[in-house]
């Protein structure tokens, strides 16, 4: 028995507890959690290497080694997609019905499928504003990846998402995620 693995995994259904209670526009819930470890954690960081060499993005392959280090990953996802009828025009169109024509599957092969519903994006943002919380409370070391998430997508571990963030955790005597090495 590992108390400190015990109480991460405790941690990490707690976070996804508090994305899924955080308040939703027009209170409809489009939000999607998993909780990931052991081998979904070397394919997430696996995939952010493929996608920083893809990409030429920096990041990627820095936070894969955060991934690895990691016993844990909370990933929170949203169905982006899914408009509120409200034509606030947010997502850069007139009206839902044109965002929702518009909608398709990455066609131009970005990191996020879009358009997506502006107000779906922030519930998005306060369920994982709301998750990292709980980790800070229980003093579990943490950061929020999109990296992450964008490896989640690709990987199609959070079905129906059009966006998402991944929040590794890591419980030891120096913090994992304080000292990364900057990217040019």
Known sequence: MDPEQDAMM?????????ARTAPKGKGV????TRIVTGNDMDRI??????????????PFPRDAQNIRDSKVCVLIGCKGAEDLGLN???????????????????PVQ???TG???????????????????TAQIHNADNRIL????????????????????G??????GKNIFFDRRPVT
């Open 10 to 18: 405790i941690i990490a259904s707690l976070m996804a507890v508090s």
């Open 29 to 32: 819930d489009t939000i999607v």
């Open 45 to 58: 960081a696996d995939e952010m290497i493929a996608i920083g060499n893809k990409t030429g993005l920096p």
């Open 88 to 106: 606030c025009g947010g997502c850069g169109y007139q009206t839902c019905k044109e965002m929702r024509e518009k909608a398709s599957h990455n």
């Open 110 to 112: 970005s990191l996020f």
């Open 115 to 133: 358009p997506n519903c502006v107000i779906r994006m922030a519930d998005l943002g306060i369920a994982v504003g709301s998750a990292a919380k």
């Open 146 to 165: 999109f990296t992450a998430g964008v490896a989640a997508l690709s990987l199609h571990l959070l079905p129906d998402c059009t966006c998402a963030y």
């Open 167 to 172: 929040i590794p955790l890591s419980v030891t």
